[in-house]
């Protein structure tokens, strides 16, 4: 009988689900899309109707029934992100993403300056754009240069960059308000989304060194070509996709509970954002309080004729940190990141600030009219990377043995990214293919 008993449970252990994700972003797609591709049978579990989380596109009405379908916020990769870039490739859809090798910051008024990589090689790749920029002076162009010298040195010698924030080491370094401004918080909270006197120094310094200085070509800045929901289609091919499934709970014995049933699987990977886990499974001993939100406010704005031929452009001085170009000139998505001041605006003060501010750098705005605008306030885009945090991110593995971590948040050794995600997604991933006896490899390194 007891022998009848334990063969009864082999069978249907062999028959279950191995991999149960719940949370249908980039880091759940991730950690499902590698786990069926050596061969485990995965189910995904997704509270919302599409996929991606905070990385999605959805339609959008337009004027005479015409609807868009836009991307929540625009969404670009560097090309130092070897994990996303591999994920594409997983999925089939590497070749949807266009790389741009020219950065344009852009002054009021128009004046423009490239960034773009010259003759010399890494790390003085960008030594002649540099020489050229209108927008810095000869006295902030010479510390910069020495900044960055010191940022290659420092980058493994310094055991005190998670202590301190990036304006610290700024300030230390004697680089002057203005190339700050410009350069320095341009670039970096765009890329970090938390401004420089609350950002941990090591951030600032990864983004610096992976992107610009490592090799010739890592800060070439990928963008999708299709709306980003459409990259994530061919991940059901071999992974089981529930969508408008809200996991309520969770227990080791009997499994997910969505809608009443409970579904089990041999192994469970969380892939939602910190605030959810906390409610979904609070005895984990995270400190979830020290994962506060940090806000970007993207606002799209359709005119009825063309205002730039820019593919896109990072704007200097003002508000407004960056316009891409969506369709001919005439739609404009503009982003703001770190945008708390926004939140507390009205959507229709918000517009006007955009196109004020956009106005003076592409003067043809003035004379277009607004057919369509919408605004999008994302109060919890990512978590603020603080000094002090990265060692309260929690690793993959937990102490319960067949449960683990994915998420942007969880400690993927990158910031909140596409790339954290994905990180976060793949170490899931192969701690729960080692727990079902199949142990897998799927993160790639760093490129330096
Ligand atoms: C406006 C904006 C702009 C950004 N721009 C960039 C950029 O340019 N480049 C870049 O690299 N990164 C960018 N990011 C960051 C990037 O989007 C995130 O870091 C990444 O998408 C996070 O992925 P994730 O899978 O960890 O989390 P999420 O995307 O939050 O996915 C978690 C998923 O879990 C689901 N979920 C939650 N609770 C449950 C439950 N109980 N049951 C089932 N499902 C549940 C959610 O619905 C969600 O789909 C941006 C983010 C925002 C918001």
């Known amino acids: 009988m007891a022998a009848n008993a334990t063969e009864s449970l082999r069978q249907l252990k062999r028959h279950m689900t191995d991999a149960i994700v719940i949370g249908g972003g980039v880091a759940g797609l991730s950690a499902a899309t590698a786990l069926a591709n050596e061969g485990f049978r995965v189910e995904l579990f997704e509270a919302k109707p599409f996929w991606g989380g905070r990385a999605t596109s959805y339609a959008l009405p337009l004027a005479n029934s015409h609807e868009a ?195 089990q699987a041999r192994t469970y990977i969380s892939a939602i954002p910190s605030d959810r886990l906390a409610k979904l499974v609070p005895q984990l001993d995270i400190d979830y309080a020290a994962f506060e939100p940090s806000s970007i406010t993207g606002v799209h704005i359709w005119f ?64 277009a009219l607004v057919v369509r605008a919408h605004v999008v306030k994302e109060a919890k885009a990512t978590f603020r990377a603080k000094p002090g945090l990265e060692a309260k991110r929690p690793i993959s593995t937990t102490a319960i043995p067949n449960f683990f971590l994915a998420g942007d948040w969880t400690r993927s050794g990158w910031p909140a990214t596409m790339e954290g995600a994905v990180r976060s997604g793949y170490l899931a991933a192969e701690a729960a293919s080692a727990a079902l006896g199949k142990p897998a490899r799927f993160l790639l390194p760093d490129l330096a």
């Open 69 to 263: 379908e836009i991307d929540n916020c625009q969404h670009i990769l560097l090309k130092c992100c070897v994990n996303l870039l591999n994920f594409y490739g997983r999925l089939g859809v590497a070749d949807r993403i266009e790389f741009h090798r020219e950065f344009y910051f852009m002054e009021p008024g128009g004046r423009t300056s490239f960034l773009r990589r010259g003759l010399l090689p890494a790390p003085l790749h960008f030594t002649e754009s540099f020489l050229r920029a209108t927008y810095l002076n000869l006295g902030e162009k010479i510390a910069l240069a020495r900044a960055m010298l010191s940022l290659r040195f420092e980058r493994k010698r310094r055991k005190d960059l998670d202590a301190i924030t990036m304006l610290d080491w700024l300030r230390e370094k004697n680089q002057p308000a203005r190339l700050i401004e410009r350069f320095w918080r341009q670039v970096l909270v765009s890329a970090i989304n938390v401004e420089l006197d609350q950002m941990a120094a090591s951030h600032g310094f990864q983004v610096m060194w992976l992107g610009f200085m490592a090799a010739s070509d890592t800060y070439e800045m990928g963008i999708p070509k299709v709306p980003l929901a459409q990259l994530y289609q061919s991940a059901f091919k071999n992974v089981v996709g529930h969508e408008r499934a809200i996991v309520e709970a969770f227990d080791p014995e009997r499994g997910i509970l969505v809608d009443g049933t409970w579904h």
């Open 304 to 367: 009825d004729r063309p205002v730039t031929t820019m593919p896109h452009g990072t704007l200097l001085d003002r508000h407004i940190q960056w316009f891409y170009n969506k369709g001919e000139g005439r739609y404009l998505m503009l982003v703001i990141s770190a945008s708390d001041s926004l939140l507390k605006m009205q959507r229709q003060e918000v517009i006007d600030l955009a196109l004020r501010e956009l106005t003076e750098f592409l003067p043809a705005v003035a004379e």
